[in-house]
């Protein structure tokens, strides 16, 4: 039973462009979180999508967007990158329409932003 | 806003030795409050929980105990092992019972030696 799984692995892109990161969620689970991790610090949640929607949205800029599609994999888009956006990004799955089930994460995504 | 303080690291021991991680927070309400665990190249794995006062989460020899009145969620064992070397977060969950929206601490790292 693969756990959740995240794409690529690391990456490096240069300032202002965009980028797609990628996120399957544990079997079973249909709800996805993602985070920012900055070097050193605690992981920061971005938004959250169930049903193809997103549910709820941490303090991010609209830089910051997301999909979820109806296998409920996940992406997440940033445009217009800035050096602060290097950081790893987590992805957490969740099983149902449910506040109260343990998060499942994800090993992240390494940004770097040059 | 809801925040949580962890002391800062590195914590460094002996193998055996004992172990507190101290945590505090600020939150409105009754939030739950969590312990998570990464291990390096890593996700976060969820090593304890507690979702309302004088409640005591226990996992893999760890313990915390959550201190309304001290506004505390202290991270304890009694003896650890060089395995345990890891960075550990203290989160919380304004959602009382939830893992809705954690907000994480900026983490530990604990390295222990032979």
């Known amino acids: 039973d693969a756990g959740v799984t995240q794409s690529p692995t690391h990456l490096i892109k240069t300032r202002g462009q965009q980028v797609t990161l990628r996120c399957s969620p544990k079997?079973?689970?249909?709800?996805v979180s993602w985070y920012q991790q900055a070097l050193g610090q605690g992981p920061q949640f971005i938004f959250q999508?169930?049903?193809?929607?997103?549910?709820q949205r941490g303090n991010f800029p609209d830089r910051f967007s997301g999909h979820q599609f109806p296998n409920y994999s996940s992406e997440l888009n940033v445009n217009a990158l800035l050096l602060g956006d290097s950081a790893l990004y987590l992805c957490?799955?969740?099983?149902?329409?449910?506040?109260?089930?343990?998060?499942?994460f994800g090993n992240g995504t390494r940004l770097t932003v040059t | 806003g809801d925040s949580v303080t962890q002391m800062e690291g590195p914590v460094t021991l002996s193998e055996e030795a004992c172990l507190t991680i101290n945590c505090t927070y600020t939150a409105t309400g009754y939030p739950s409050l969590f312990w998570y665990v990464q291990y390096p190249g890593e996700g976060l794995q969820l090593l304890l929980k507690a979702t309302k006062a004088d409640d005591k989460g226990s996992n893999k020899g760890f313990e915390a105990t959550y201190r309304k009145e001290t506004t505390s969620f202290h991270l304890e064992k009694g003896s650890v092992q060089v395995s345990d070397s890891a960075v550990y977060f203290c989160?919380?969950?304004?959602?009382?019972?939830?893992?809705?929206?954690?907000?994480f601490g900026a983490g530990t790292r604990l390295a222990v030696h032979p």
């Open positions: 989160a919380l969950s304004p959602l009382s019972g939830g893992y809705n929206k954690l907000i």
């Open positions: 957490a799955s969740s099983p149902g329409d449910s506040y109260y089930s343990p998060l499942h």
């Open positions: 079997s079973g689970h249909d709800t």
């Open positions: 999508y169930y049903e193809e929607e997103e549910r």
